[in-house]
């Protein structure tokens, strides 16, 4: 038996519930065929750095050479 090989993959898309909005994104093509030839780790960076599930949505704004986190709806930065 060959061994897998080991990826990173986001977490939501593995299912787990870690969205901003506390879903996720589960892509069967990954588990299911992918899965057959790879093995996965999970990884949520937003909530690795202590951010909430559910919480705020977020985007990237400004200079793209330093660009700012801001919320969508409160803005907060």
Not at 2 to 12: E, F, M, Y
Not at 39 to 51: A, D, K, Y
């Amino acid at each position: 038996m060959t061994s897998l090989i080991v990826i990173g993959v986001s977490s939501c898309l593995l299912g787990e519930h870690v969205r901003y909005d506390g879903g996720h994104k589960h892509d069967r093509y990954i588990s299911d065929t992918l899965g057959r030839f790879f093995s996965f780790v999970p990884v949520c960076p937003e909530v690795e750095c202590g951010l909430p599930v559910p919480r705020e949505a977020m985007r990237l704004e400004g200079d793209p050479a330093a660009p700012r986190l801001m919320t969508r709806t409160t803005r907060i930065d």
